[in-house]
C-alpha cells in the first residue's frame, strides 16, 4: 500500500511538472506602455482579448519621464516597446525585430510615421500621430470679415491678422493670444515653431551643424506674434501657457498655435467643432499653399526580437487585434486621436480630421524635424533666452547665433 501511494506521489509531482512546463510555453504579451494617459484603458483592452483569446497580455505603464530606465531594467521580459525617434533607434536597433511584411505592417494606411534602420529594415511603427499648427476660433474670423477661404499663405495671414489687430478695440479680440515663454509654453516656440526652419532647411537626421538660412520664416511667424497680440512682448519670460489658452478660450484671440491634443480641452471649455479649425503654421516659405500641418510622433511600435517565436507571434497578433477589432479600435482611436492604420474608424477630434481631409487634398506633411535636436533642453533654453531678448528689443542675431551655434555646441556636447 505503501509502495502504491509512493507511485501515486510521483505520478502526481511528473504531471505537475509536465503541466507547469506546457503553462511556460504558452505564448504571451509583455507590453511596456510608453504613454501614462492610455494606461487605464489599455489595461482593460488587455483583459478583454485575454477573455476573448486565452493569451495573457501584461501592461506595465512608465511613470512620466521613467520610459528608458524601466525599458533598460526590463528588456530581456518586455516583447512590445516604444522607440521615439532615430537616436532611440540606435539604442535599440539589436532588439527591433524587422516588421516589413508582418501582419502589422499590413494594418498601415501610411508608412510616414514608421522608423527604418540605416539597412532600410522596419524596425518600429507609428501607432499614433500628432499635428500641430494655428487653432483657429472661426466665429470670431468671421465676426472680422474673414473666412478660413481668405487664409492661404503667409502673406494673408498677416493681412487679416495685421487688420484684427489694428481693430482689437472695435472689435473686441485681438488676432493672436500671447506667445508665452515660461516654461509651460516656450516649447511651443522653441520645439514646435522651430521645426519650420529646420523642415525647410531639409534636416532630417541628426546632423553636427546647421546652416540657419531659413530662419527668415521663423522670424516671419514669430514676429507675428509679438506684434499682433494684445501681450507685452517685454515680459513674454514670464507669460504662461494658461494664459495663452486662457485668452483663446474667452474669445480674446482668433489664433492659438498649439496641437491636435487641445480639442478635448476646448470642448471642455464650451467651444464647439463649428468655431474651431486648425491651419498650417504658414511661415513665407515657397509653395506652401500646398502645406498641410506639422505631423509627427515619438510612439513607434517595436516588438523584441530576442522574445521567444511563440511570444513574438503573440505580440503582433495583440496588435493587429487592437487596431483591426471594431470594439477595440473604436477605443485606441477615442483615446490617441490620429492613428495611420486603415481599418480604425475615424476620429472624432476635429483638429485631427482637418489634417486628414488636407492630406486627402494632396497636401504635404511638414515634418517634426525637432525630434532632431541634440541636447534637446539645453538647446531650447538657449532659444528661449534669445527669443525673449529679441522680443523685448534686442537684436535677431542672438536668435540666430542661439539657433546655429547652439547647435553645433549641443551636437559637439553630446557627441564628442
Keep these: 500500500m505503501k509502495k502504491l ?12 511538472v509536465f503541466a507547469g512546463c506546457a503553462k511556460a510555453d504558452e505564448p504571451s504579451v509583455y507590453y511596456l506602455n510608453f504613454k501614462p494617459e492610455f494606461d487605464e484603458a489599455l489595461t482593460q483592452l488587455a483583459a478583454d482579448y485575454t477573455a476573448e483569446t486565452g493569451v495573457e497580455v501584461k501592461i506595465v505603464t512608465a511613470a512620466s519621464g521613467t520610459y528608458s530606465d524601466t525599458l533598460n531594467s526590463n528588456i530581456k521580459d518586455v516583447t512590445i516597446f516604444n522607440i521615439g ?13 524587422d516588421l516589413t511584411d508582418t501582419a502589422i505592417a499590413a494594418e498601415l494606411a501610411t508608412n510616414d510615421f514608421n522608423l527604418y534602420n540605416e539597412a ?16 483657429v476660433n472661426t466665429e ?24 484684427i489687430h489694428a481693430r482689437a478695440s472695435e472689435l473686441g479680440f ?4 500671447a506667445p508665452g515663454l515660461d516654461g509651460s509654453s516656450s516649447w511651443r516656440f522653441s520645439g514646435h515653431l522651430a521645426t519650420l526652419p529646420l523642415h525647410y532647411e531639409g534636416v532630417n537626421s541628426s546632423v553636427a551643424e546647421i546652416t540657419g538660412e531659413k530662419l527668415d520664416l521663423f522670424k516671419n511667424v514669430w514676429d507675428l506674434y509679438i506684434t499682433d497680440t ?11 501657457g494658461d494664459e495663452s489658452t486662457a485668452q483663446f478660450k474667452e474669445g480674446k484671440a482668433v489664433f492659438y498655435q498649439n496641437g491636435t491634443w487641445e480639442y478635448s480641452g476646448l470642448i471642455e471649455a464650451g467651444l464647439t467643432d463649428d ?15 500646398n502645406a498641410a500641418l506639422c505631423s509627427g510622433t515619438e510612439n513607434c511600435w ?3 526580437a530576442k522574445a521567444s517565436e511563440a511570444d513574438i507571434q503573440a505580440s503582433i497578433d495583440f496588435l493587429v487585434w487592437l487596431v483591426s477589432d471594431p470594439d477595440a479600435s473604436a477605443v485606441y482611436v477615442q483615446q490617441l486621436g490620429a492613428v495611420p492604420f486603415k481599418n480604425a474608424p475615424a476620429s472624432t477630434n476635429k483638429f485631427v480630421n482637418d489634417g486628414n481631409a488636407m492630406l486627402a487634398e494632396g497636401k504635404s506633411s511638414i515634418s517634426w524635424a525637432f525630434n532632431y535636436t541634440p541636447n534637446v533642453d539645453s538647446w531650447r533654453a538657449t532659444v528661449v533666452t534669445a527669443l525673449a531678448s529679441y522680443s523685448a528689443g534686442g537684436s535677431w542675431d542672438e536668435v540666430v547665433k542661439a539657433f546655429v551655434d547652439g547647435w553645433a555646441y549641443e551636437y559637439s556636447v553630446v557627441n564628442g
Excluded: H, R
Design 5 to 16: 501511494i509512493a507511485l501515486l506521489l510521483v505520478l502526481v509531482m511528473v504531471l505537475g
Design 85 to 97: 525617434n532615430m537616436a532611440g533607434l540606435a539604442d535599440w536597433d539589436e532588439y527591433a525585430l
Design 120 to 135: 532600410g529594415e522596419l524596425k518600429a511603427i507609428g501607432n499614433c500621430y500628432e499635428s500641430f499648427g494655428i487653432i
Design 140 to 163: 470670431l474670423l468671421a465676426t472680422a470679415g474673414y473666412s478660413l477661404a481668405d487664409i492661404t499663405n503667409y502673406e494673408t495671414l498677416k493681412a487679416v491678422a495685421d487688420d
Design 174 to 177: 485681438d488676432a493672436f493670444s
Design 230 to 240: 494684445a501681450a507685452d512682448p517685454t515680459s513674454l519670460s514670464t507669460s504662461t
Design 275 to 289: 468655431q474651431l479649425a486648425m491651419i498650417p503654421i504658414y511661415c513665407g516659405a515657397e509653395g506652401e499653399e
Design 302 to 304: 517595436a516588438i523584441n
